[in-house]
């Protein structure tokens, strides 16, 4: 999906469905990272799924876009994964 946001600005959305191999290691933010606060947090396919299902309808058009390209994305993954 490459959908405009409101600044008209391109938007590239990248997903990895991907196997975790060994320990979780620390995280490695850069400092606008830190800024912000990002934390990464590990979660199943499912509460993946529940977690941006539960995300609310906003007036803000670009956040629930977010929203609905995650429940795409991880929906499409659990889709090919009970298809295999």
């Known amino acids: 999906m490459r959908p405009y946001n409101s600044y008209y600005q391109l938007n590239n959305s990248y997903g990895y469905f ?12 850069d400092d606008d990272e830190i800024e912000e606060n990002f934390e990464l ?17 906003t007036d803000n058009h670009f956040r629930n876009y977010i929203k ?17």
């Open 18 to 29: 991907v196997k975790k191999i060994g320990d979780i290691q620390e995280n490695n933010f």
């Open 68 to 84: 609905e390209r995650g429940l795409l994305f991880l929906n499409e993954v659990k889709n090919h994964k009970s298809s295999n």
């Open 41 to 57: 947090v590990w979660v199943t396919l499912e509460k993946a799924i529940e977690l941006f299902d539960e995300l609310p309808i």
